[in-house]
């Protein structure tokens, strides 16, 4: 749903959420085994059939919407908007609920939140530093960008309240609930900003849709051809020329 506010490419957004989800039956072992070893004997326990409900409640979705859109485009994009507003409801009640049923979670001492806080946004610019490294599009690095920022909090609750007592819960949960309001607002914060960018800011920005993206490569491909075309006229008429050229 971000990455659909901010005009990223949300195929791509799909398909890191299903990898990373899949990915996680080994990783979160393996994180768990290399963090936890140094202040917990305790035997953590993974909870797989979340994840598994995880990576159905990802794809299901995206099928059937793969699938209205192909028999239905006018129903698909009617859907398109109510998903949108539905997207904002959910933010909205997210937030309100973490906030009512867990708050304990405001007594956190500074530290804690400052790592709360700043974990997003500083994920946020990782992501789109590394995605611009690999020369990705505009609107591709937006969309790394918050899904590397935007982690799935929801597993990490849900490991604790497996494995551990509700007196260690208790002050175990407090980052990663924290971490899930503020990273909540941090996505809201990155909408925000770059629709400000969007209608305020320099032309590039203005144009970086998936759209006109795909119409700029396009561009881009016909005038390298044009000026292959020219090289090879040009070659034609004399070796000299065609250097100059």
Same mark, same amino acid.
């Given at each position: !749903?971000?990455s659909?506010?901010?005009?990223?490419?949300?195929?791509l957004?799909?398909?890191?959420?299903? &990898?990373?989800?899949? @990915?996680?039956?080994?990783?979160?072992?393996?994180? @768990?085994?290399?963090?936890?070893?140094?202040?917990?004997?305790?035997?953590?326990?993974?909870?797989?059939?979340?994840?598994l409900?995880?990576v159905?409640?990802?794809?299901?979705?995206?099928? &059937?919407?793969?699938?209205?859109?192909?028999?239905?485009? /006018?129903?698909?994009?009617?859907?398109?908007?109510?998903?949108?507003?539905?997207?904002?409801?959910?933010?909205?009640?997210?937030?309100?609920?973490?906030? &009512?049923?867990?708050?304990?979670?405001?007594s956190?001492?500074? /530290?804690?939140?400052v790592?709360?806080?700043?974990?997003?946004?500083i994920?946020? %610019?990782?992501?789109?530093?590394?995605?611009? @490294?690999?020369? %990705?599009?505009?609107?591709? #690095? #937006?969309?790394?960008?918050?899904?590397?920022? %935007?982690?799935?909090?929801? !597993?990490c609750?849900?490991? &604790?309240?497996?494995?551990?007592?509700?007196?260690?819960?208790?002050?175990?949960?407090?980052?990663?609930?924290?971490?899930?309001?503020?990273?909540?607002?941090?996505?809201?914060?990155? !909408?925000?900003?770059?629709?400000?960018?969007? /209608?305020?800011?320099?032309?590039?920005i203005?144009?970086?849709?998936?759209?006109?993206? #795909?119409?700029q #490569?396009?561009?881009?491909?016909?005038? %390298?051809?044009?000026a292959?075309?020219?090289v090879?006229?040009?070659d034609?008429?004399? /070796?000299?020329?065609?250097?100059?050229?």
């Amino acid at each position: !749903v971000f990455s659909y506010w901010v005009d990223g490419d949300v195929p791509l957004s799909f398909t890191i959420s299903t &990898l990373s989800t899949l @990915l996680a039956f080994g990783t979160i072992p393996l994180n @768990l085994l290399i963090y936890s070893g140094s202040w917990t004997d305790e035997e953590f326990v993974i909870p797989y059939r979340s994840i598994l409900i995880v990576v159905g409640i990802t794809i299901t979705p995206l099928v &059937l919407g793969v699938g209205i859109r192909w028999k239905f485009s /006018k129903a698909a994009s009617i859907i398109l908007k109510i998903g949108s507003i539905a997207g904002i409801i959910l933010v909205a009640l997210s937030l309100i609920l973490l906030s &009512l049923l867990y708050p304990f979670m405001y007594s956190a001492s500074w /530290k804690i939140y400052v790592a709360a806080v700043s974990y997003p946004y500083i994920s946020f %610019m990782f992501g789109y530093v590394v995605s611009t @490294l690999f020369r %990705m599009d505009n609107f591709q #690095r #937006r969309t790394v960008a918050l899904e590397t920022g %935007m982690q799935n909090y929801a !597993v990490c609750f849900a490991i &604790l309240e497996s494995s551990f007592s509700a007196e260690k819960f208790s002050v175990m949960s407090i980052f990663p609930l924290l971490y899930g309001v503020n990273v909540l607002i941090a996505g809201i914060v990155f !909408v925000g900003f770059y629709q400000i960018l969007k /209608k305020y800011g320099p032309e590039p920005i203005k144009t970086h849709t998936p759209n006109e993206a #795909r119409l700029q #490569r396009e561009i881009k491909d016909t005038q %390298m051809t044009e000026a292959f075309l020219e090289v090879r006229v040009t070659d034609n008429e004399g /070796k000299e020329e065609f250097c100059n050229t």
